[in-house]
């Protein structure tokens, strides 16, 4: 089964998680820090995605609550698409509304501190959208 990577897009970090071979979970690897355009964040995703072998991504999609798209939603979609046509693989997008709510509320669980909490954030909140895209796509096979 192919490896995913999952990604929270964000404005100054892109949080990002993988999933093991056989597709059942996703594990966070550290989010990278980047700013500049669109198509340089593509290529800093892209050299990750060499490093981990992904057949696919996984791009969370912050929908609003009556599931329009705003301004967040349609920035992560130009990135999805831009890594697409770039990347030359699958893209996916996943509904990420609550991601970062849980990540948060996993990383209260663990007891870090604020500043703790916030540095891993990106990268929780990156391995829900991939784990529920995974738990998703398992139920429905």
Known sequence: MPCFLGIDHGGKRIGLAVSDPPGRLALSIPTLAVGGSVPERVLAVLKIAEQYDVAAF???????????????????????????????????????????????????????????????????????????FLDANRSSA
């Open 58 to 132: 996984v791009v969370g999609l912050p929908l609003n609550m009556d599931d329009s798209e705003g301004p967040q939603a349609k920035l992560a979609r130009a990135f999805g698409e831009e890594l697409k046509r770039r990347g030359q693989k699958p893209v996916h997008f996943q509904d990420e509304r609550l991601s970062s709510a849980a990540a948060d509320e996993l990383l209260q669980a663990a007891e870090f501190t604020r500043k703790k909490r916030k540095a891993r954030l990106d990268r929780v909140a990156a391995q829900v959208i991939l784990q529920d």
